[in-house]
């Protein structure tokens, strides 16, 4: 990972002594273009960040992990395909606020994020987050969450409809949504009524969900600059299955 081009590494070990200086600076140092950003945060092995970069020549894409053995696949794929749209940053999401300026970034992908049950702050689409996206998301930059979990659905739902937070298209079995439609590049969906496009392909472990007979999840939503958020104050049922590499639930059936 030291000798990929492509790959940047700064954990909280690093980052307090090193300082980042490519922060407000990524288009010209790095992609040398003025094209969108777009972050996939918690990215795992980068199929996901590969796949959108494939899909989407025209914008650039970050994927953002703690694991570097896990993203060393995404990032030999990018630079085995000589993808200059795709770079990876190996850090705590927690810090993700330092490396990039303010309206740097248009677009926010969560993809299979870990649900947190347990604890709030952790998970990816909390308040807690959102505040820390507000500091480098354009104003009204959109946030895309796709997951297997219904409590992580459930629980955005109800922080975005207690923040009144816009949102686009929302869908609780996004593979069998009638509103969807394959678009003419074949690899993405369009959006009956709506002019953008989703990704229709899948990473390993969301097939392994898929064959498992979960249903995927996806929303869109835009996250504005301004307001005070707040976090839903409702209890949820957990999930009722274990997922790949989760813990196992607790005696509990629901988590605020």
């Known amino acids: ?38 972050l996939e945060l918690g990215c795992g092995k980068g199929e996901y960040t ?14 953002v992990d703690i694991k570097g053995a896990r993203m060393h696949k995404g990032a030999k794929e990018a630079l085995d395909e000589g993808l200059t749209n795709v770079a990876f940053l190996r850090t705590n999401i927690e810090i993700i606020d330092r490396f990039f300026s303010e309206g740097e970034v248009q677009e926010i992908w969560l993809t299979f994020s870990d649900p947190q049950m347990k604890n709030p702050r952790k998970r990816l689409t909390s308040t807690f987050f959102m505040q820390r996206y507000r500091r480098f998301l354009t104003d009204g930059g959109w946030v895309h969450l796709k997951t297997d979990s219904n409590f992580l659905f459930t629980y955005t739902t109800y922080m975005v409809e207690k923040n009144q937070l ?41 097939s392994q969900w898929i ?18 958020l707040e976090e839903p104050d409702v209890e949820i049922e957990l999930d009722d299955y274990r997922s790949y590499k989760r813990v196992s639930r607790s005696g509990v059936d629901k988590r605020k």
Do not use: C
Not at 173 to 188: Q, W
């Open 211 to 228: 064959a498992r007979g979960l249903n995927i999840r996806y929303m869109r939503f835009q996250l504005p600059a301004q307001g005070d």
């Open 1 to 38: 990972m030291e000798t990929f081009p492509n790959v940047f590494q700064y954990p909280y070990s690093v980052i307090e002594n090193v300082p980042f200086n490519m922060k407000g600076h990524w288009r010209e140092q790095y992609f040398h273009n003025q094209n969108p950003i777009v």
């Open 50 to 63: 590969v796949g959108l970069a494939r899909l989407y020549p025209h914008m650039n894409f970050i994927g």
């Open 166 to 206: 816009p949102v686009a298209f929302r869908t609780e079995d996004l593979y069998h949504d009638a509103r969807l439609h394959l678009s003419d590049d074949r690899n993405s969906f369009g959006v009956e009524g709506e002019t953008f496009t989703l990704p229709n392909f899948q990473t390993y472990y969301e």
